[in-house]
């Protein structure tokens, strides 16, 4: 069958040109906190306590802007482990909330008048009441204004790093929420990384 193609689609910009696609490169460390001192010079307390609880929450884009004030603190106080149902799965995930996430999540909750049950990054004046996952990826100063990083990125950062600490795929598996550890092993891309690294280490 001919493909027939028009003077309008031929002009039409492919929505992938010149964009990196596929999996999003997990931040270094060094990453991490160039954007945390970033954030804290420029008081952007809002987008420090976002950064900080999706590096430790690992959770996707989607269930981290619907999380409320009660999904991370008790008694009044952020706790340093909280839970959460996955959309995509419908499966608990357990995920920890560092001292310093702690810290952001409860000077941005002050700023910020929450209750708590209200939702942790609200959206005023809009249908939604809280943030999306457009506004999620559009916050600015966090890593994710370069075309090699996505929302995804932020996920997958902790996830990668204790991979290549303890090499425990299963704890890994469990942190993501993930039902298959086939799904972890092409989420992190270890066998590539793995190989990469065998062969470096070999010499001929």
């Not at 689609?9 to 490169?25: E, H, L, M, P, Y």
């Not at 560092?98 to 004046?125: C, G, K, S």
């Not at 370069?146 to 425990?168: E, F, M, P, V």
């Amino acid at each position: 069958m001919d493909v027939v193609v028009t003077e309008k689609s031929a002009r039409r910009r492919a929505w992938n040109k010149d964009k990196i696609v596929g999996q999003k490169t997990p931040l270094r460390l060094q990453d991490i906190w160039a954007i945390r001192v970033r954030l804290q010079l420029s008081k952007r307390v809002r987008d420090l306590a976002l950064f900080n609880l999706a590096i430790d929450s690992k959770l996707r884009g989607c269930d981290l802007v619907k999380l409320r004030g009660q999904d991370v603190a008790t008694a009044g106080r952020v706790a340093p482990h909280s839970s959460m149902m996955q959309q995509k799965t419908g499966l608990h995930v357990r995920f920890e909330v560092t001292e310093q996430a702690r810290v952001a999540i409860a000077e941005w909750t002050v700023a910020a008048n929450l209750m708590h049950d209200d939702y942790l990054f609200p959206l005023r004046n809009s249908s939604s009441p809280h943030i999306g996952t457009r506004q999620y990826a559009r916050v600015p100063d966090i890593g994710l204004y370069n075309s090699a990083y996505g929302t995804h990125t932020l996920r997958r950062t902790k996830a990668s790093l204790i991979y290549r600490r303890t090499k425990n795929l299963r704890a890994v598996q469990l942190l993501l929420g993930h039902t298959k550890l086939e799904s972890t092993v092409r989420y992190l891309g270890i066998e590539v990384e793995d190989a990469l690294e065998l062969a470096e280490q070999t010499e001929a």
